[in-house]
């Protein structure tokens, strides 16, 4: 039977998954008076923090009619006991005067060290998502750890970046360019292949002998992929990675699209121009959408954008320079950009007004995913209805939002949980394309 364990939750911890009290099994979870103060302080904000901690409110709330949360309440069949530990708890335990206990992180450690002491035979650990409160807690000898659950993967170099380079027989690639139907199945993989992953096929005889192709499923042979290019808008890949991309967003049976790469790799400005192909593209019959949404998170996502004389746009503005740049450089001019703009052909949308809302015959565009919650991510693609197509882009390197990071943020889940279904695609950029100077910085700053 294992060891029964003591957990003390920070505030990030809460702020992050509201369900996290329920998450750590026949453990007991202390939560100091602190953290409830510091809750309450987030609980009128309108972005997923500000749910959490409404969430967890509740939550203990309807503990507080089975029990005491100050003697302890047994959160269920199977799991410990929750109690909310007081000031009075800190005070008494053994703590340096290096730091002092005005500071609400410091209570929480002090709690931390209390607990410690009053269980000796068990293992008294801190969860925070805050680094230096988990150093400092080192430094006094409580043991502490990150808050994993929320995460997509357990490193960011396991993350699914939509791409395999598999060795088959010199012939296979003759009969594919030949246009044989070629299966999965007639040559050996070592990994698995997921549905819309990108294969470089190289010769194990000659490896500059190679063929790209698109793996959709067991049944259905590999597809070519041509070079192809985004013509209205003179918009040609540079790469692979740029051209599998093309082909996933010019393909209507992909519904969900994410993009992954650093600063200037390309994946905006691909995202944008397949938006304008197919909606205000020359051949009429291929416009498959009546508009082009785009946006960026607010960051924090959900903060009002304020009672400042202007429209929801001009508001916007600053936050969608990046989206604007790209509109110019395609479409030459400020005045079409504005024109379609006022047609309602091109939309800038404000993910804060988003919840409610069903987007029907649309290409929308999400730049900066990486900064979304898991939460926020579903909230915005629950809103997709029929005829949509979603582009995810972002650099999960390039995060500003303290409660995600590499592993936890929105765009990391939608790519791990979507790879598995015919609907979605993804591919990460490896190579820079803005400038020879760009793609230097983000290799060596």
Known sequence: MPVK???ILDTSVCLTDADAINKFDNNDIFLPLKVLEEIDKHKKRQDSVGINARKIIRTLDELRATGSLQKGVRLGKGKGILKVMTYEDAE?????EDLTKSVPDHIIIATGLYISAQYPRRKTILISNDINMRVI???LGLMSQDYTSEEAVHSSDELYDGFSNILVDDQLIDLFYAD???YLDEFDCTEPIFPNQYLLLTSNSNPKKTCLARFTDD???LKKIYNGSIPDWNIKPRNKEQNFAIDMLLNPDIKLVSLIGRAGSGKTLCAIAAGLQQTIGMDKSKNIYSRLIVSRPVQPMGKDIGFLPGTMEEKMLP???????????LMG?????ELYMEKGKIEIEALTYI??????DAFVIIDEAQNLTRHEIKTIITRIGENTKIILTGDIEQIDNIYVNETSNGLAHAVENFKEYKIAGHITFRKGERSELATLASKVL
Do not use: H, V
Not at 319 to 329: A, F, G, R, S, T
Not at 333 to 337: A, V
């Open 137 to 139: 807690c080192d430094s």
């Open 219 to 221: 049944q259905s042979p």
């Open 5 to 7: 364990k003591n957990y």
């Open 333 to 337: 001019d400020k005045t079409s950009l």
């Open 319 to 329: 936050w969608l320079m990046p989206i604007q740049d790209n509109l110019k450089y």
């Open 92 to 96: 008494n335990a053994d703590f340096p």
């Open 355 to 360: 919840r409610g809302r069903s987007i029907s």
């Open 180 to 182: 044989e139907k070629i």
